[in-house]
């Protein structure tokens, strides 16, 4: 995972100014969380590694809670194509200028892959990534994993990021197979665990791979 270890490109944040009431304004504030810094961080080492290691040019991201994940790819990948699919509940704001969004309408991710199946925005003869890095919990396993899985049939990749157990998290994958080192804290992946003494942000990621 060659291009995963080396540090992201920044991505730019943008900022707001905040005013008070009186004539004097307030220095510009960033617009993140240092928890939404680490987790661009961690797409974008994924990011790095599938475009750079895997050879992959499409992409969905589907919810991620991170913005600027279109501008990651297109920085790491100027010719990949990303399709942005917004479940209910998670969807506008993250979404950037000429990416095409799938909606959801309360149906579920089942109404949702089959749209995405149907659309023609994704060609599953070719290998695809699906980022699915919004944190699921141990009550709230991400369903249909195995519909996009049937899916992929040029192969494909599914990351996830979840503050369920590590085991949890790794039955959550199948049928897909973690790569190494399988799941690690997303402050430090694709390092394993055991190999970082430094404090975690307690939320696990890891990237799945379809077997051909």
Known sequence: MTAACHPPAQIPLQTSRVVSLGARARPLEPAVSEETRLH???LGRVIDFLCADAGVTQFVDWGCPAPGTAERVRAARAD???????PRGAAGMLSSSGTTVITGDGSGDGALTRRL?????????EPVAVLM????TADDPPAHIADLHALMRGG?????ASTAPRRTVE???RPFHPIEPG???LTWWPY???????QGTGILGGLGRRLR
């Open 171 to 173: 039955r959550a994958f």
């Open 80 to 86: 990949a194509r990303l399709v942005h699919v917004a």
């Open 192 to 198: 394993p665990d055991e190999d970082v003494s430094a």
């Open 40 to 42: 661009q961080a961690f």
């Open 156 to 160: 494909g990749y599914l990351a996830l």
């Open 133 to 136: 890095t919004r944190p699921f």
């Open 183 to 185: 799941v690690a804290d």
């Open 117 to 125: 199946r149907t659309s023609g925005l994704v060609d599953f003869d």
